[in-house]
């Protein structure tokens, strides 16, 4: 059952992508999950969350980006300078950060030298810093926009009834991956960190209906599985853009650990969050994209992160956290450092990892800070055991 995931989830194009397009399939990519995807789907194309694995060198990525730059914004250029994304039909770029704003730019000016790499439908989505009063109308602007730019590009009519069918679909995959996360709060581990954050992954990749499809019948099959209560420590993975799978089979794998819970953009972050499914369908989209963001490029929102991290915190049991960021993340760098500050204060145990994203990964060095940080946390247990059976006696 989890091959269909990970074939999405660990390949720029999976089988049932080549499929999708053989078949004459559209499909337009995304960098951003303040895209609302329920518009490429109401319009018959496949959302694709544009990534930035299988990278192996940066020859045409540093002709356009400094080095002291994000490294994810430049292996996205990278793959696209060696054709990589001539699949797509359209791409969409969004500041996220001001790095990836400036993917923008550099995307289209390497076109001038290599040409075709620009897709014919190249769109700059813009998304406001707050989500209050002006930037939310000026969001749902930027939707409307969009719906327009696209149906001029593609020839089709994105009407308010189809994007309803969407919402519905996509609200329906939502509280599957809420029952996920529920699943994996229990005690009993029913399925390992990396397994699950195939599955979200592979909801940026794949046709909505088979995915949704797929995504209920694992939860069905998990629901059955019978566990017993695990001994290994619960850990929480949070901090900058990550689609590499094996950033959390490393925290897994090194020490005796399961991660039980995510704050990734790339992963499930407000799956409990559903888009309303009445009313004006823009509205919805714009209110539920927008309004319960919890990216760090938002304004006033920290307060508001650092309880729903708390919150999962406690739900899923979680005795650490992983906080890691891609070296140059101002955004997730600077609240890593806020989020450790507090919530070692709330006695959660943190560790703060900086990477390079893609082929510079130093898998080695990394193992090394986590071997520590599991042996601190090994070290303050076996404290709290004897000073409970000092008391005891």
């Known amino acids: 059952m989890m091959e269909v995931f990970y074939d999405a989830a660990t390949r720029i194009q999976s089988d049932r992508l080549k499929q999708w397009k053989e078949e004459g399939g559209k ?30 060198s940066m020859e045409i990525a540093d002709a356009y980006f400094g080095p002291y730059i994000c490294t994810f914004p430049k292996c996205v250029l990278q793959l696209a300078g060696k054709g990589k994304y001539d699949f797509l039909n359209g791409a969409i770029i969004t500041p996220g950060c001001d790095s990836m704003r400036r993917l923008d730019e550099c995307w289209r000016k390497a076109g001038d030298a290599i040409p075709g790499i620009v897709p014919p439908f190249f769109y700059y989505f813009d998304v406001p810093h707050k989500s209050e009063g002006h930037g939310l109308r000026w969001f749902r602007q930027e939707i409307d926009n969009l719906v327009s730019a696209m149906e001029r590009q593609f020839g089709v009519t994105i009407t308010e009834d189809r994007l309803r069918d969407s919402i519905r679909l996509y609200n329906r995959a939502r509280r599957s991956l809420k029952e996920l996360e529920d699943l994996r709060a229990r005690d009993s581990v029913v399925i390992s960190g ?43 993975l949070i901090g900058s853009i990550s689609d590499d799978i094996s950033l959390v089979d490393l925290v897994e794998q090194t020490g005796n650990a399961v991660v039980v819970a995510e704050n990734l953009c790339f992963g499930v972050r407000d799956e409990g969050n559903e888009v309303a499914e009445t009313g004006d369908p823009i509205d919805a989209l714009a209110k539920a994209y927008l309004g ?63 990477r390079e994203y893609g082929p510079l990964v130093e898998t080695g060095r990394l193992r090394m800070r986590i071997d520590a940080f599991f042996e601190r946390l090994e070290s303050q247990r076996s404290r709290k055991e004897t000073v409970y059976d000092m008391e005891a006696v």
């Open 194 to 236: 990396t397994d699950a954050f195939a599955v979200t992954m592979a909801g940026t990749a794949m046709p909505r209906e088979e995915y949704t499809e797929h995504l209920e019948n694992l939860v069905a099959a998990l629901k059955k599985k019978k566990t017993k209560k695990d001994g290994r420590k619960r850990i929480m």
């Open 292 to 354: 319960d963001s919890t990216c760090p490029r938002m304004y006033g929102k920290y307060k508001q992160r650092l309880a729903t991290l708390k919150s999962i915190i406690d739900a899923s049991k979680v005795d650490a956290v992983v906080m890691q960021n891609i070296r140059f993340c101002d955004l997730h760098g600077s609240e890593n450092g806020l989020f450790e500050r507090d919530l070692e204060k709330e006695g959660v145990p943190c560790i703060r990892l900086e």
């Open 27 to 56: 499909v337009v990519g995304y960098t951003c999950s303040y895209v609302p995807s329920e518009i490429f789907h109401a319009a018959g194309i496949l959302p694709y969350r544009i990534r930035g694995i299988e990278t192996e």
